[in-house]
């Protein structure tokens, strides 16, 4: 018979299954904002495309980013982060 596995094994796994939900509401409330402001869906795609970049470069620590979650930074902050990004 096979053993059922806990869903989370360590602590390590909680928080991570944490920030993973965090990092989905983010992704669907800001779809869901841009789809109220008119956006369309090509918009909408750049933009998650930068929110998930800015959520590597977050988990990797790479650059100067504020502090915090990035699903917990104001719109500026965020604005500021994806337009660094984007510089050359």
Do not use: Y
């Amino acid at each position: 018979m096979a053993v059922e596995k806990d869903l989370v094994h360590s602590r390590s796994d909680e928080n991570f299954r944490k920030g993973a939900c965090h990092a989905a509401q983010w992704f669907l409330q800001t779809c869901r904002m841009l789809a109220d402001e008119g956006r369309t869906a090509s918009e909408i795609a750049d933009r998650l495309s930068a929110m998930r970049d800015v959520l590597a470069d977050w988990r990797s620590q790479t650059g100067e980013m504020p502090d915090g979650n990035p699903w917990d930074w104001s719109f500026k902050d965020l604005a500021s982060v994806i337009k660094e990004r984007e510089e050359p």
